[in-house]
């Protein structure tokens, strides 16, 4: 099994529709990061999260919500999705333990596509 | 001026030439400094790692800093058609750690042409 599990890997949605996605990690990291990745801008930083009870926007949260269910657990809300929302989404987890050196592990990705 | 830059590309190469890859940057904060490779319909995933100014070899891979002019590279020796990825620089400065919020150039692009 992977480290970093996405669900679901392809999703298409309608305009003003909820949709979830859910994040997972069995690398015992105590940080989880939500980034979107679209051509020609790059990885963009939604929201992150240090622990449980610690949850932070990053640079573009508008019409995004996260829940940190326990600490392998990291899901990205849409409350009402929109096309501009089309983009590959990414989780990744990081440990505060150590030098770092171990950087980021990312995800295999979520495809939304918001029709 | 964004705090990391890297030039998109596309760049194409025959294989076994020699690859340069770089990146530049504006916030002198920064220690700690990785390339990521990122190969189509996956995520990235962690290629070199190098803190503070200096050189590091591995492989094929030589990640080179130079913090005086806030510029890293990333070589590649004898490219091979595997390593037909989009690249990303990273770095960040946090005096807690490499892994406070990363910073991402956008990614180049390239291809290695049997």
């Known amino acids: 099994d992977a480290d970093v599990t996405q669900t679901p890997r392809n999703r298409i949605t309608k305009t003003g529709k909820r949709i979830m996605l859910e994040c997972s990690q069995t690398?015992?990291?105590?940080?989880m990061y939500w980034y979107r990745q679209d051509p020609g801008l790059g990885l963009r930083l939604i929201y992150y999260s240090f622990d449980v009870k610690d949850i932070n926007k990053g640079e573009i949260s508008d019409g995004y919500s996260v829940s940190r269910q326990a600490q392998a657990k990291f899901s990205l809300s849409l409350e009402s999705a929109i096309p501009n929302q089309t983009a590959l989404y990414f989780c990744?987890?990081?440990?505060?333990?150590?030098?770092?050196?171990?950087?980021?592990?990312f995800g295999s990705g979520t495809r939304l596509t918001v029709v | 001026q964004k705090e990391v830059e890297q030039d998109p590309g596309p760049l194409s190469v025959p294989e076994g030439a020699i690859v340069s890859l770089n990146c530049t940057y504006s916030n002198s904060a920064f220690q700690y400094f990785m390339w990521y490779r990122q190969y189509s319909r996956k995520g990235p995933e962690l290629l070199m790692y190098t803190y503070s100014s200096g050189n590091k070899e591995d492989g094929r891979f030589t990640a080179q800093v130079d913090k005086s002019s806030k510029y890293i590279s990333l070589f590649i020796r004898d490219s091979q058609p595997s390593d037909s990825a989009t690249y990303l620089c990273?770095?960040?400065?946090?005096?807690?750690?490499?892994?406070?919020?990363?910073?991402f150039g956008k990614g180049t692009l390239l291809t290695v042409n049997p």
């Open positions: 990744a987890t990081s440990s505060s333990i150590g030098t770092g050196s171990n950087g980021y592990t």
């Open positions: 690398k015992g990291h105590d940080r």
């Open positions: 990273a770095m960040s400065g946090h005096s807690g750690g490499s892994n406070y919020k990363l910073t």
